[in-house]
């Protein structure tokens, strides 16, 4: 009689589990399958439905009655191998194993979870990620499309550099050629005067040579001619005369391997971004002193400026976007399209130390004159 009791105690909690199983198979938002797996020596592991849910019907395109019994590559015969790998590995390893990847046959995302429920029985859960796969595809879209629009910034901002160096250059040809000559012109015929009051024409002869001072002195704050018709290391050095030694700044200029010619556009990029840092350190640094060097190899040019001064804040250093103030942040804009890069040393009250490289000759700057 207890023997009976307790058989009807286990047959009773199995219906219960069994209803509960069909409770939760039957209300799940998710797709859901189990399979028997059968692996024979000569054919390997094969997988059979055994049951699937509502849901899985619903996102899989499937009617329950056309798959249980049957084989998943008859019902699946195109299906990627990941599906039916995961089931085969987790039988073999008696331990879950998950897989994501698009499917052909559904035309989803599928995220999978395969579990072992018996020695030769697998469950798998399906998430369908389709929506949330398509917006992570579009936002890497739009990531690659801002990083592409941030080039053509950047080349953009380089193209600009020299169009205005070009600019400043014709007018510095200007002044050169039409006013320099011309006030020029006007002081030699003023000593040829023979009449007149020779202390009127001493004092036209003082304003007429202060202008042809002024003029020159623009000429080479406009466009440097000893870029053109020397070269970089001299304009460099030419260029911290001038801009150092009237704010009583000591410096010393270093270069090496000139016989490794740069291409023209890359000396007036790097000219200009030398006259940004010299104006950095008068503005901001309070160094006495600047040491300038450019090195050259077949292939590269560098040049660095590194002075005495009270140095760069060491969190400002981190953050490129709070550098505009101090000029680098647009030197890295203009610098990087060409193939260069910056780099930046500093301690508070130890200086700073700025070095730009770049090739020698950037062929990506040709195509753009050409456009």
């Known amino acids: 009689m207890t023997e009976e009791k307790n058989f009807q105690g286990n047959t009773d909690?199995?219906?219960?589990?069994?209803?509960?199983?069909?409770?939760?198979?039957?209300?799940?938002?998710?797709?859901?399958?189990?399979?028997?797996?059968?692996?024979?020596?000569?054919?390997?592991?094969d997988a059979k439905?055994?049951?699937?849910?509502?849901?899985?019907?619903?996102?899989?395109?499937?009617?329950?009655?056309?798959?249980?019994?049957?084989?998943?590559?008859?019902?699946?015969?195109?299906a990627e191998d990941c599906w039916m790998d995961i089931i085969i590995r987790t039988i073999k390893?008696?331990?879950?194993?998950r897989n994501e990847a698009w499917s052909r046959d559904t035309g989803k995302y599928l995220e999978a979870v395969a579990f072992p429920t018996f020695p030769d029985e697998v469950a798998v859960l399906f998430l369908d990620r389709t929506r949330w796969k398509k917006s992570d595809e579009q936002l890497r879209k739009n990531e690659k499309t801002l990083l592409e629009y941030r080039q053509e910034l950047r080349e953009l901002a380089a193209k600009l550099s020299l169009s205005e160096a070009e600019t400043r250059r014709k007018i510095s040809r200007q002044i050169h050629d039409r006013i320099g000559y011309a006030l020029v012109d006007i002081l030699n015929r003023l000593r040829r005067m023979q009449d007149g009051s020779r202390d009127?024409?001493?004092?036209?002869g003082s304003v007429v040579e202060n202008l042809i001072a002024e003029s020159r002195e623009l000429t080479f704050e406009t466009a440097s001619p000893l870029l053109y018709e020397v070269g970089l290391n001299a304009a460099i050095e030419d260029l911290a005369e001038k801009l150092l030694k009237p704010q009583a700044i000591g410096f010393s200029f270093h270069g090496n391997h000139v016989e490794y010619k740069a291409d023209e556009r890359v000396c007036i990029l790097l000219y200009d971004m030398v006259r940004e840092l010299l104006v950095n350190v008068i503005k901001h640094s309070g160094a006495s002193f600047v040491n300038i060097r450019v090195y050259r190899s077949q292939k590269k040019i560098r040049v660095v400026v590194e002075d005495n001064g009270r140095g760069f804040p060491v969190d400002l250093q981190k953050k490129w976007g709070q550098m505009k103030g101090f000029g680098l942040f647009s030197i890295r804009e203009r610098i990087l399209?060409?193939?260069?890069?910056?780099?930046?040393?500093?301690?508070?009250?130890k200086g700073a130390t700025v070095c730009l490289e770049a090739p020698l000759a950037e062929g990506r700057m040709s195509e753009w004159t050409e456009r």
């Open 13 to 45: 909690l199995r219906t219960r589990e069994e209803q509960l199983y069909h409770i939760l198979l039957e209300r799940a938002m998710e797709p859901f399958a189990r399979y028997q797996v059968i692996c024979t020596g000569e054919e390997g592991c």
């Open 49 to 78: 439905f055994l049951d699937v849910n509502p849901s899985y019907e619903h996102v899989m395109g499937v009617k329950r009655q056309d798959v249980i019994g049957k084989r998943f590559r008859e019902v699946w015969p195109e």
């Open 93 to 97: 390893t008696g331990r879950s194993v």
């Open 200 to 204: 009127e024409i001493e004092e036209i």
């Open 337 to 349: 399209p060409i193939g260069g890069k910056i780099q930046v040393l500093s301690e508070p009250g």
